[in-house]
Each structure stands twice: as structure tokens, then as C-alpha cells.
């Protein structure tokens, strides 16, 4: 007899996603839930045709920090978007989170590469998405 595994933590999917995707899949992924402005102010560049560039494939994402930090925005918001709605979870990293200190997390995402607030951020995330 089988005994039942216990379910998944619902951001597990997303965050074997982010983790297992290729940099252009990651981004066109990304790019397709918060939009592209969105994820060039995520990883700090000044052109959106960077991200359209990275997401095609024909340019290399050259910054060590970035592509962790595009992870785990893409780990975030499809971890809400599952949850709510791929414009909620684009509104949720804009806005002004009271768990974060009123920061937004995508400019704190873009600020600080520290593990502390990756935690913050997934820690924020997780509790919204599970109690919306």
C-alpha cells in the first residue's frame, strides 16, 4: 500500500521553474508576466531591448547578479500570478508592500542581491499568495 505523499509547497513549481529554465525561456517567461519594463527595471538596465535581446537569445546575460535576480522575480511572481492573476502579481511588485517596509519589491529586488532580502521578498510573497 502506497502512502500519500504530502503536497507540494505551493511555490515549489514555480520555483523549480525558475531554476531549471534557460536564461532566454526564464526571461520571455518573466517578460510575459510583468511586462518588459518591468523586468528591465528588475535587473537594472536602461533599454527594454535588452530583455527582448535575452529572451531571443541573441545576447548573453553579461552581469553575474542578474540572472539570479530574474529567478527569483520569476519564482515570485508566478508563485502570485498561480495564485491570483499575472496582473496581480505585476501589481504586486510595484506596489509599496507593508511587509517590506513600504518598499516595492521590484526595486528592492533591483537594489539589494543580498540572500536576506530574497528571503524578505519570498517570505512576502508566500504570505500574500496564500492568503491573497
Do not use: K
Not at 491570483?84 to 516595492?104: F, K, T, Y
Amino acid at each position: 500500500m502506497m502512502t500519500p505523499q504530502a503536497p507540494a509547497r505551493p511555490d515549489q513549481r514555480a520555483y523549480e521553474e525558475a531554476i531549471r529554465a534557460e536564461p532566454s525561456v526564464l526571461v520571455t517567461q518573466l517578460r510575459d508576466l510583468l511586462g518588459v519594463r518591468l523586468v528591465a527595471v528588475i535587473a537594472n538596465v536602461r533599454e527594454t531591448r535588452a530583455v527582448h535581446e535575452w529572451a531571443e537569445g541573441s545576447r548573453e546575460i553579461r552581469n553575474p547578479v542578474v540572472l539570479p535576480r530574474l529567478r527569483l522575480a520569476y519564482q515570485v511572481a508566478a508563485m502570485i500570478a498561480d495564485a491570483e492573476s499575472p496582473a496581480i502579481a505585476q501589481a504586486w511588485m510595484q506596489g509599496l508592500n507593508p511587509l517590506l517596509d513600504d518598499q516595492s519589491p521590484a526595486l528592492l529586488l533591483r537594489a539589494d542581491d543580498s540572500q536576506e532580502t530574497g528571503q524578505r521578498i519570498l517570505a512576502a510573497a508566500r504570505t500574500f499568495a496564500a492568503n491573497g
